[in-house]
């Protein structure tokens, strides 16, 4: 059978795939700056006779065309940058580059398409079709990887009629996979904040302006916008992690900086929430003498899986796991340019589950010791090997 003939190579493979996600994680880079990854990647390509052309700088995309006759195309997608994160590992393969890590797992993710490509290259007399395979560049930095290479053709000659992706999730153990359909992931947008009074000393408040009172009220009455200005039947986040006012502890500044992001799941909600957010900022600090400028910059679209190709991927997915193995994920703030994607096609992205509390591997995205269980590098790659088989349809089960 085709999952078992899959799950064998699969699991050839595994070391190898190892191998490749720890060469990657040792030498991460920065987004837009993936010049030894992009190379690498080529190499393997190379290696494995799969054509390939550059895209986005760093991109890449490749071409695997099965022997049989068929016009279905299929795209898979992996994101290879990393985070500005120090490394706080014990792991051989920690990272080289100093305060740059791959923190979010796109090592992963990048050797997992590497290992599904050598599945599908060795199976290539047995289904007909072909694989868009796509290696992005930059999807944690706006404008997104996914938005380039869109507008540089990654979705046309040929034109695939679906797109599938996935992403570590170490709260979800080895083994497992959720997926969601429909509107999965939030779109998010940087709020950049300054409110400019006038500075003094703090023993004669009321010789100066404060901003940064002015800004407290800023923020806590900015949370009004969630709480009782959106419809509560839409997700919505608005957070605030960069908050800077240089005084001292009887020196009042003259301005204080934020930056925040704003999260949502409704466009139309989406752009009138800027509105208020600014008009909010900006009268609040008027009222009490001071100026607010501040600066929105639209980032990512809202994830949307398209259901019935979503219900594809669950069912494929429920025979090469195990039913069991196949939960129903939440819907999730985060925010990921794949979004990009669902936007213009049809679309599908899933969490691979990584993590496991036996090795002690729960460490989350974005933090310095975030690891996976690499178990997961035998299911990654084979599960996506068969979901692209299934898709194009020429492949017997």
Same mark, same amino acid.
Request: aromatic share 6%; proline share 4%; charged share 20%.
């Given at each position: ?334 925010? $990921? +340019?794949?979004? &990009?994607? *669902?936007?213009?096609?049809? /679309?599908?992205?899933? %969490?691979?589950?990584? =993590? ?17 269980? $690499? +178990?997961?590098? &035998?299911? *990654?790659?084979?599960?996506? /090997?068969?979901?692209? %088989?299934?898709?194009? =349809?020429?492949?017997?089960?």
């Amino acid at each position: 059978m085709l999952i078992d003939e899959i799950k064998n190579l699969a699991t050839e493979i595994h070391s190898n795939t190892i191998a490749t996600r720890r060469h990657l994680h040792a030498h991460p880079e920065l987004s837009f700056q993936e010049y030894q990854t992009s190379a690498f990647i080529k190499a393997r390509l190379d290696e494995l006779n799969i054509p390939w052309q550059p895209m986005a700088n760093t991109g890449i995309v490749a071409l695997i065309k099965g022997d049989k006759p068929s016009d279905q195309i299929i795209a898979l997608r992996a994101d290879m940058d990393a985070l500005p994160i120090k490394e706080a590992s014990t792991v051989d393969y920690i990272s080289t580059n100093e305060n740059v890590m791959h923190a979010c797992g796109h090592d992963a993710h990048t050797a997992s398409l590497l290992g599904t490509a050598a599945i599908l290259q060795t199976l290539k007399s047995k289904f007909g079709g072909t694989i868009k395979l796509i290696f992005q560049p930059a999807e944690e930095k706006l404008p997104g990887g996914a938005s380039i290479m869109i507008k540089e053709g990654v979705l046309k000659n040929p034109q695939p009629s679906a797109i599938i992706g996935q992403h570590v999730f170490p709260q979800l153990e080895a083994g497992k996979i959720a997926i969601r359909g429909g509107k999965f992931m939030a779109s998010m947008d940087e709020i950049f904040v300054t409110v400019r009074g006038k500075g003094g000393h703090g023993a004669q408040p009321h010789q100066n302006i404060d901003p940064v009172i002015i800004t407290a009220n800023i923020l806590v009455a900015l949370q009004q916008l969630v709480s009782r200005m959106s419809n509560p039947t839409i997700p919505t986040v608005l957070s605030f992690g960069k908050v800077i006012a240089n005084g001292a502890i009887n020196v009042i500044p003259n301005e204080v900086y934020m930056e925040g992001t704003f999260r949502t799941m409704n466009e139309s909600w989406r752009s009138e929430a800027h509105t208020r957010i600014k008009k909010m900022a900006q009268t609040i600090a008027e009222s009490m003498g001071a100026t607010c400028d501040i600066n929105i910059v639209r980032g990512y679209p809202f994830l949307v899986n398209e259901e019935k190709l979503t219900e594809q991927v669950r069912s494929f997915a429920e025979a090469y796991l195990g039913k069991e193995h196949v939960l129903e994920a939440d819907k999730w703030m985060a925010a $990921e +340019d794949f979004a &990009a994607y *669902s936007q213009v096609t049809d /679309a599908c992205f899933f %969490l691979l589950g990584a =993590g496991n509390k036996e090795k002690q591997i729960t460490s989350s995205l974005h933090t310095p010791t975030f690891n996976i269980d $690499e +178990d997961a590098l &035998a299911i *990654s790659t084979g599960l996506m /090997a068969y979901i692209a %088989l299934r898709l194009l =349809g020429t492949a017997k089960e």
